[in-house]
């Protein structure tokens, strides 16, 4: 295992043998088919230390997983050996990037056959925190109308496609160059991100931000009395007037995950998925340079090497 300081950053990271995971109680063992990151989850304190503190590494990133139950831990309920799921890891424990997995069994969903794994994995974050920050933090209700931020990012995307369907007029934000794909997304209007963008959107229901700055800042003026500013990039310098503003982390919820699951089957649902690699390569997905649009998707399960005695491999890390 190639080891270094953990201000390396994804200089840091090696592919290398690792132990197969343990199934502590409520548990189950998944083997990846596929899985995802966030491209800034190595600064996070949990990718370091446990719940308590304590350091961890080496540690493995990746947060979102699709792949097929192998073991059940001990009190385990709700799903079965052999049993197609996807859902979110814990952020304090090792994560998805490696061929098998230990996922609380509540924070996993069953996945349908026809649902492709690579898709399945670009789902759980920014499908659940399009849904949070929409409906259980903003409310959002038919008729009412949604600015999204970053509406031609992963979550933005998601957000986008789920409030056109709950009836809501959707305002996009971002680059000239994504207007096309806003649009194709559900937006009613695009606006860019240039200097005075925000005398284009005028009065609004309900913010949805994932950029935060002066953006954010910008943002808290267009919220109409009894509406909500809702973002995920950091808490909001500057309060709406007469209406609420929150800041939150996205949470694993299986009921939420299993109404993502049915809108994606069913074909009203598209995540932004950018470049699907091999775990072997997942190394270079960190790289900022290398940076694609959509959601990298990390292919697992041909990298497992079956029969063969080998550990396991995952793309791990030490401070």
Same mark, same amino acid.
């Given at each position: 295992?190639?080891?270094?300081?953990? @201000?390396?950053?994804?200089? +840091?990271?090696?592919?290398?043998? &690792?132990?197969?995971?343990?199934?502590?109680?409520?548990?189950?063992?998944?083997?990846?088919?596929?899985?995802?990151?966030?491209?800034?989850?190595?600064?996070?304190?949990?990718?370091?230390?446990?719940?308590?503190?304590?350091?961890? #590494?080496?540690?493995?990133?990746?947060?979102?997983?699709?792949?097929?139950?192998?073991?059940?831990?001990?009190?385990?309920?709700?799903?079965?050996?052999?049993?197609?799921?996807? +859902?979110?890891?814990?952020?304090?424990?090792?994560?998805?990037?490696?061929?098998?997995?230990?996922?609380?069994?509540?924070?996993?969903?069953?996945?349908?056959?026809?649902?492709?794994?690579?898709?399945? @994995?670009?789902?759980?974050?920014?499908?659940?925190?399009?849904?949070?920050?929409?409906?259980?933090?903003?409310?959002?209700? #038919?008729?009412?109308? &949604?600015?999204?931020?970053?509406?031609?990012?992963?979550?933005?995307?998601?957000? @986008?496609?789920?409030?056109?369907?709950? +009836?809501?007029?959707?305002?996009?934000?971002?680059?000239?160059?994504?207007?096309?794909?806003?649009?194709?997304?559900?937006?009613?209007?695009? &606006?860019?991100?240039?200097?005075?963008?925000?005398?284009?959107?005028?009065?609004?229901?309900?913010?949805?931000?994932?950029?935060?700055?002066?953006?954010?800042?910008?943002?808290?003026?267009?919220?109409?009395?009894?509406?909500?500013?809702?973002?995920?990039?950091?808490?909001?310098?500057?309060?709406? @007037?007469?209406?609420?503003?929150?800041?939150?982390?996205?949470?694993?919820?299986?009921?939420?995950?299993?109404?993502?699951?049915?809108?994606?089957?069913?074909?009203?649902?598209?995540?932004?998925?950018?470049?699907?690699?091999?775990?072997?390569?997942?190394?270079?997905?960190?790289?900022?340079?290398?940076?694609?649009?959509?959601?990298?998707?990390?292919?697992?399960?041909?990298?497992?090497?079956?029969?063969? +005695?080998?550990?396991?491999?995952?793309?791990?890390?030490?401070?």
């Amino acid at each position: 295992m190639i080891t270094s300081d953990r @201000a390396a950053g994804f200089a +840091g990271l090696s592919v290398s043998e &690792v132990p197969y995971p343990h199934a502590a109680e409520n548990d189950v063992i998944v083997r990846v088919h596929a899985a995802a990151f966030t491209p800034g989850e190595l600064d996070w304190p949990g990718t370091w230390t446990d719940r308590a503190g304590r350091d961890r #590494t080496p540690t493995v990133p990746g947060h979102e997983v699709s792949g097929t139950v192998v073991e059940l831990g001990y009190g385990t309920t709700g799903l079965t050996i052999g049993q197609r799921v996807f +859902g979110i890891t814990d952020w304090a424990r090792n994560g998805t990037l490696a061929e098998y997995v230990a996922v609380e069994a509540r924070n996993l969903a069953p996945l349908s056959a026809d649902v492709d794994h690579t898709v399945a @994995a670009a789902l759980p974050i920014s499908g659940l925190t399009a849904w949070q920050g929409l409906f259980d933090h903003g409310h959002l209700a #038919t008729g009412q109308t &949604v600015l999204i931020h970053g509406v031609a990012g992963a979550v933005g995307s998601i957000a @986008a496609q789920l409030a056109h369907a709950r +009836g809501a007029r959707v305002i996009g934000t971002g680059r000239a160059a994504q207007r096309d794909a806003a649009l194709e997304l559900g937006a009613d209007v695009f &606006v860019d991100l240039e200097p005075g963008w925000a005398e284009d959107v005028g009065q609004v229901d309900v913010v949805f931000d994932v950029i935060g700055g002066e953006i954010l800042d910008l943002s808290a003026q267009l919220v109409r009395p009894g509406g909500t500013l809702v973002t995920i990039a950091e808490p909001p310098r500057v309060q709406p @007037a007469d209406a609420r503003a929150v800041f939150f982390v996205v949470e694993p919820d299986r009921t939420q995950l299993a109404v993502l699951e049915r809108k994606l089957r069913g074909g009203r649902l598209r995540p932004s998925v950018g470049a699907v690699i091999p775990l072997a390569d997942a190394v270079s997905a960190f790289d900022p340079a290398h940076r694609v649009a959509g959601q990298t998707i990390i292919r697992v399960v041909d990298e497992v090497l079956m029969g063969s +005695g080998a550990l396991p491999l995952s793309a791990a890390t030490e401070r």
